[in-house]
């Protein structure tokens, strides 16, 4: 140990090996390590708990460390004491065990609290939102409140006086009246009270469960809704121009007068539409009652899609569960309707057919004069019959007959035989014969990329 470089040895089965090091940076223990190893430590080192071994050496060149207390070496003129390693690893390992339990119960006292401290929060944050709070309120509606969460929940008190009390009735359907109302946000809003209590439960969580979920620019967008008490009421973005039914069939008013390009980008904004809700959407969504009244009109007579009180949700698999109390409007609704087939998106399908025969002629379907017997009402099969004789002749004026004469022979002769003969396709009595929304869509996009512009 008289050797300056050497600041460690150990005592191993009898004979001493002294290992030289020149920086001593880390140790470690192991328990196959048989021996007891000595440190190089200044004499004046206050360790009080630890045993500190003199170095003295022998005339013989051999060096002996005897074990003594540290007041016991204080007395001796060497500068340097041996530290037994081997001590400070034990007590190291204690300390080491004594810690790890430590930091363990530590950490878990620590997860408890914040655990205790999260729940603390949610029950206060849900109360304050009434989640919890009791109320005179069926067990429905909380559903709804829940479901709904999302939206925009109006006062009953709030929309009366944005309606001046329901006053303004700009129109009605199967589920309801709409009313012209304005929100405290200066918004102006389409306002859908829903009659027939029991229907009304229906088709309020029909359409929030559907409606609040999509968007799409052909499809009416929901804003928010009421649900106080027996009130049930929709809360919609209100559209400039109307309903298609108002602007197509009222000839009084000349000045909305819809040209052949107006009237093809209505039916191409419809079947993008309803594409949208038969292949886009989370779950399958079939409309039900496709008609021109439940065709809106923007300021750019851009259409959208309302009015899905009547809408079915089908599952991606393909099942369908009861379809109870939903029935379509008569001129517009499929076969299968009559015949109990089950009911798919073919129906909207075969509406939309109807919708594009009316589009072109500019009267309803059933004002149709078929075989010269003006003002007897006619139904969709003689119609069709009626069009397809045309396309089977040979005589090339037959689409002169199915146009609507406020045109005077300017639209697109191209696209209105295109319109046509897709109208006769989704009309077919065999459904599975009737094509998908998805594939008008491409045949309109097609017609409109080749087509010359037409007012």
């Known amino acids: 140990m008289s050797e300056p470089s050497c600041v460690v040895f150990e005592y191993k089965q009898g004979t001493g090996e002294c290992y030289t090091k020149g920086l001593m940076f880390n140790g470690r223990t192991h328990p196959a390590h048989l ?6 430590v200044p004499a004046d080192l206050d360790m009080p708990e630890l045993h500190v071994h003199q170095w003295q050496t022998h005339g013989d060149g051999h060096s002996l460390a005897i074990e003594e207390d540290i007041a016991g070496c204080s007395g001796s003129s060497s500068s340097e004491f041996l530290l037994n390693v081997s001590d ?12 790890i339990w430590f930091y363990f119960y530590g950490f878990l006292s620590a997860i408890f609290v914040i655990e205790v401290f999260l729940i603390a929060m949610g029950c206060w944050i849900f109360s304050n939102k009434g989640v919890f709070r009791p109320s005179q309120v069926s067990v429905l509606e909380e559903g709804y409140r ?9 006062r009953y008190s709030e929309l009366e006086r944005g309606t001046k009390k329901f006053n303004n009735k700009i129109g009605h359907g199967g589920s309801g009246i709409v009313y012209k109302g304005s929100l405290d946000d200066e918004r102006v809003v389409a306002v859908k009270v829903l009659q027939d209590v029991r229907q009304s439960e229906d088709v309020f969580q029909a359409e929030l469960s559907v409606i609040g979920r999509i968007y ?11 649900s106080e008490g027996t009130h049930r009421i929709l809360v919609y973005e209100y559209i400039e121009n109307g309903s298609l039914a108002k602007v197509l069939f009222d000839r009084r008013d000349s000045c909305k007068f819809l040209g052949w390009k107006q009237r093809f980008n209505i039916a191409l904004g419809v079947a993008k539409g309803l594409a949208y809700l038969h292949n886009e959407c989370l779950e399958w969504i079939i409309h039900c009652d496709m008609k021109p009244e439940n065709i809106l009109l923007d300021e750019d007579m851009e259409p959208k899609i309302t009015d899905f009180g009547l809408s079915k949700l089908l599952n991606r698999d393909g099942s369908s569960s009861e379809m109870s109390r939903i029935r379509g409007t008569r001129g517009y609704m499929a076969p ?3 015949s109990s087939l089950p009911i798919t998106e073919k129906v909207d399908v075969y509406s939309y057919g109807v919708v594009l025969l009316e589009l072109v002629k500019g009267r309803r379907i059933t004002e149709w004069v078929v075989d010269g017997k003006d003002g007897v009402e006619t139904d969709v099969r003689s119609v069709v019959k009626m069009v397809v004789d045309k396309l089977d002749s ?5 689409i002169m007959d199915l146009i609507d004469d406020q045109f005077g022979g300017e639209f697109n002769h191209l696209q209105a035989q295109l319109v046509i003969k897709l109208a006769i396709s989704c009309l077919e ?7 998908s929304m ?18």
């Open 35 to 40: 021996g007891t190893a000595y440190l190089k």
């Open 88 to 99: 400070m690893s034990s007590s190291s390992s204690n300390n080491q065990g004594k810690s």
């Open 146 to 154: 829940i479901v709904t969460s999302h939206f925009r929940a109006y």
């Open 216 to 226: 799409h620019m052909n499809l009416v967008r929901m804003w928010g809704f009421c």
């Open 336 to 338: 299968e309707w009559v």
């Open 394 to 398: 040979k005589d090339e004026s037959w």
């Open 429 to 435: 009595e065999d459904r599975n014969k009737r094509p």
């Open 438 to 455: 998805k594939y008008i869509v491409q045949m309109l996009i097609s017609a409109e990329d080749e087509a010359h512009a037409f007012t």
